[in-house]
Structures are given as C-alpha cells and as structure tokens.
C-alpha cells in the first residue's frame, strides 16, 4: 500500500508532500506517547490537509472527505 497524496494545486511537490507526512507521523507518535499501553493496532492516520489536524485510524480503512488523506501504517513507521 503507497502513501497517498491529493493533488495540492500549484504547491504539490516533493516538501509540501514531505511536510504532511511529518505531521502524520508527529500526531501517530502523540498517540502513543498518551497510550503506551495499547493493545490495538492502528491501520493509519487520516489528515486533513486544511487544518493539519489529524486522527488516527483502527480497524479498516477508512472512507475519506475531499480534503483529506490517508497514511498507512507501513508509511508512519518507515525512517524519514
């Protein structure tokens, strides 16, 4: 499964697209951070590439606004 980007206008390049992976990570390590404990495995973050807010994601994959993007695991968890 590959990362997944929308189209960001003029501004979707290499940065821009680096830039909201950083944040969807920083909000997948906030997680953990606030539950070490868990036993749940997530499959992602979701982030709203508006607000830079972000949530992330258990059980299947899940169905996306126009404004946001999906993050799967495997790409939160790959060395920057």
Same mark, same amino acid.
């Given at each position: 499964? #590959?990362?997944?980007? /929308? %189209?960001?206008? #003029?501004? #979707?390049?290499? *940065?821009?697209?680096? *830039? =909201?992976?950083?944040?969807?990570?920083?909000? @997948?390590?906030? @997680?953990?951070?606030?539950? /070490? !404990?868990?036993?749940?495995?997530?499959?992602?973050?979701?982030?709203?590439?508006? #607000?830079? %807010?972000?949530?992330?994601?258990?059980? !299947?994959? /899940?169905?996306?606004?126009? !404004?946001?993007?999906?993050? /799967? =695991?495997?790409?939160? !968890?790959?060395?920057?």
């Amino acid at each position: 499964m #590959s990362l997944e980007f /929308p %189209r960001l206008g #003029s501004a #979707s390049d290499r *940065s821009g697209q680096a *830039s =909201l992976l950083r944040e969807a990570r920083k909000i @997948y390590r906030a @997680y953990f951070v606030a539950h /070490p !404990q868990t036993d749940q495995r997530p499959v992602g973050v979701v982030l709203n590439r508006r #607000s830079g %807010r972000g949530d992330v994601v258990f059980g !299947q994959r /899940p169905i996306l606004l126009p !404004q946001e993007f999906f993050v /799967p =695991l495997d790409q939160l !968890q790959a060395d920057a």
